[in-house]
Structures are given as structure tokens and as C-alpha cells.
């Protein structure tokens, strides 16, 4: 455990390292831009470890790996988030222990977020996952709503109770004219957001860049970026 903790630590500075010259190479102060480590398939150990190293916010994308993940380590004081593509039969789950939903895509599952969350007594952030490789009305290979479909999504969290319009979300997309373009695509979605807080000021939150982008998501001005490879290492099975 001790050298898994040399090793986490190490890779964290390393992250840090990464999203501090992107801050200053942007002109941005470095508690703009927030790190969630996005630690599915790993064990709740290295969660434990994280914690301990100073990470505040986690992420995991499948709720029966996340659900008892987060039950063994409900002692820490940690934000979690679900970041994954989510079905109505696992939203149940899901608010009982997810702080932030943000994958947040079609009305469907604003309406059953809201129910499970009210039903919970909980309240729960939501951001709206955007899909760039989408038409405006379309959806994306990973999931996502395209930009024509965020107000009509924005509107009903805002007036859904358990629910709140924290912001948005995107995945750099494969295909499509942003494919390869993560800058372009980040610069996209920080338009978007302006658009959405018009209409919903309190919704500042921006989530892009990953372990390979962070940078294009800092100098496009992400206030979160979600970094998994970079600090656990390659996935099992993964390579």
C-alpha cells in the first residue's frame, strides 16, 4: 500500500503540475479549475489514498461499481459524480450517494432524477451533457443532447424539485467537425455556457478535458476537468 501511495501521490503532482501551467498559460488563477479524479475500476483503497492526498471530488461512471465504492467510503469528506451514460432503472441508486449527475441528457431522466431525489431527500447537481457530434436536435455516439436540445433540458431541471442546473458537460468528440479539434470543441461548449446562463445564472459549472486534453479544456476556460489515466494509471485491461 505504501508504494501504491508513492505512486498515486506522484502522479497527482504531476496533474497538478499540468493544470497550474495551464492556468498561468491561460491568465487564470489556479482555483478556477477544479481536478476530479475519475476513478472507476479502481478499488475504494485508492480512493481512500486520494483522499488522504487531498482530492475532494471523484468520479466513477457505473453505478454497481460506484454504489458500494462509495458506501465503503461514506467516512471521507468527498464530492462524488456520476459521469457515466445513466439508465432510469439505476437513478434510484444513483442519488443515494452521487452529488452531481453529469450525464444528464433527455427528459426522461430529468424526471425520474428528480422523483428518486426527491424520494431520497436529497438534492442533486445536474450538468447536461453535451454532444458535439451531434445535430442540434440530435444525440451523440457516447450520449449527449446537442446544443439545440440544452435549453429545453435546462428549463426542466430549474423548475424539477430535488434537481439543479449546475452546467454542462462534454467529451471531446471522435467524429463530426470537432473530431480532433479539442480546442475548438472546449471554446464551443464555453459559448454554450454563456448561452445557459443567461437563462440560468447559477449554472457555471463547465466539465471537459481528460487526462490527454486537460490543457485545451484549462485555456478554454473549464472550471472542472475530469483526469483518470493521468493519476491511476492505465485501466485494467486497457493496455
Not at 450538468?127 to 428549463?155: C, M, N
Not at 466539465?207 to 486537460?214: E, H, Q, T, V
Amino acid at each position: 500500500m505504501t508504494d501504491r501511495r508513492a505512486q498515486l501521490a506522484g502522479n497527482l503532482a504531476k496533474v497538478e503540475e499540468r493544470i497550474a501551467a495551464a492556468c498561468v498559460a491561460a491568465g487564470r488563477k489556479r482555483d478556477e479549475v477544479t481536478l476530479i479524479v475519475v476513478t472507476k475500476t479502481y478499488p475504494a483503497s485508492d480512493v481512500r489514498i486520494l483522499s488522504e492526498l487531498g482530492v475532494r471530488h471523484v468520479a466513477e461512471n457505473k453505478d454497481q461499481d460506484a454504489a458500494p465504492k462509495a458506501a465503503e467510503c461514506s467516512d471521507l469528506s468527498l464530492v462524488w459524480h456520476f459521469v457515466g451514460q445513466l439508465q432510469t432503472n439505476k437513478v434510484r441508486s444513483v442519488v443515494r450517494y452521487a452529488d452531481l449527475v453529469q450525464s444528464v441528457d433527455r427528459s426522461r431522466l430529468v424526471t425520474t432524477l428528480s422523483k428518486e431525489a426527491v424520494r431520497a431527500g436529497r438534492e442533486v447537481g445536474c450538468l447536461i451533457q453535451v454532444a458535439l457530434d451531434a445535430d442540434e436536435s440530435g444525440r451523440g455516439e457516447r450520449g449527449g443532447v446537442g446544443p439545440g436540445g440544452i435549453e429545453e433540458l435546462a428549463d426542466l431541471l430549474a423548475e424539477s424539485p430535488g434537481v439543479r442546473v449546475d452546467g454542462l458537460m462534454t467529451v471531446a468528440p471522435l467524429t463530426g467537425e470537432y473530431a480532433g479539434r479539442q480546442r475548438a470543441a472546449f471554446e464551443r461548449l464555453m459559448d454554450l455556457s454563456t448561452d445557459l446562463r443567461r437563462a440560468h445564472p447559477a449554472a457555471n459549472m463547465v466539465s471537459a478535458g481528460m487526462s490527454a486534453d486537460l490543457e485545451d479544456a484549462v485555456a478554454a476556460g473549464a472550471t472542472h476537468v475530469r483526469v483518470g489515466t493521468a493519476v491511476l494509471g492505465v485501466r485494467p485491461g486497457l493496455g
